[in-house]
T-cell receptor, first 112, second 113 residues
Framework: DGGITQSPKYLFRKEGQNVTLSCEQNLNHDAMYWYRQDPGQGLRLIYYSQIVNDFQKGDIAEGYSVSREKKESFPLTVTSAQKNPTAFYLC???????????FGPGTRLTVL | AQTVTQSQPEMSVQEAETVTLSCTYDTSESDYYLFWYKQPPSRQMILVIRQEAYKQQNATENRFSVNFQKAAKSFSLKISDSQLGDAAMYFCAHPPPVQNFVFGPGTRLSVLP
């Protein structure tokens, strides 16, 4: 079955710690994305990557970092510089331009 | 900058009735795509329907259809014969040319039995 996986589903971390969220896809998509969703709100773009070894900042990149060493993988690191990291994080991928984005199930990050 | 507006933060509909969710967008492109996504309580984002701007015909997927008005930059979603499982957040989305999506703020739809 083709799809996008995110792990873990729930993540708890202490304030000041960096944490990495996993995103893997087996859809052979070139483009991958990270979004943040706060309660009752829409999706805000953190980073996106259109090709391996290349990525661009989205609207709210401060305090986050990404890598794209493999086509299938696009991990997101939430650093201690992110002022309010508690949120729901969604990863997505897409194929040709204009095609829909396919989403993973999301990771709920809580910083204590 | 690309923007997507959903002017109805919340809507409700009686089961088996029809409801229309509104979306307007801003673009300088002549050919583009528009999408409606559904996010149920599980928070999984699910594609509902897609419209290509160059197509005159409004897209339809079973009980879901759109009213696409290109000149007015309007893209509303109509849900017919509403079911309890339709209760969710609905997001309108428009990808600019560089593939990243711009999502609207969402409309929370409640379905009343």
């Amino acid at each position: 079955d083709g799809g996008i996986t995110q792990s873990p589903k729930y993540l708890f971390r202490k304030e000041g710690q960096n944490v990495t969220l996993s995103c893997e896809q087996n859809l052979n998509h070139d483009a991958m994305y990270w979004y943040r969703q706060d309660p009752g709100q829409g999706l805000r773009l953190i980073y996106y990557s259109q090709i391996v070894n290349d990525f661009q900042k989205g609207d709210i990149a401060e305090g986050y970092s990404v890598s794209r060493e493999k086509k299938e993988s696009f991990p997101l690191t939430v650093t201690s510089a992110q002022k309010n990291p508690t949120a729901f994080y969604l990863c997505a991928s897409s194929g040709r331009e204009g095609n829909e984005q396919f989403f993973g199930p999301g990771t709920r990050l809580t910083v204590l | 900058a690309q923007t997507v507006t959903q002017s109805q933060p919340e809507m409700s509909v009686q089961e088996a009735e029809t409801v229309t969710l509104s979306c307007t967008y801003d673009t300088s492109e002549s050919d583009y795509y528009l999408f409606w996504y559904k996010q149920p309580p599980s928070r999984q984002m699910i594609l509902v329907i897609r419209q290509e701007a160059y197509k005159q015909q409004n897209a339809t997927e079973n009980r879901f259809s759109v009213n696409f008005q290109k000149a007015a930059k309007s893209f509303s979603l109509k849900i017919s014969d509403s079911q309890l499982g339709d209760a969710a957040m609905y997001f309108c989305a428009h990808p600019p040319p560089v593939q990243n999506f711009v999502f609207g703020p969402g409309t929370r739809l409640s379905v009343l039995p």
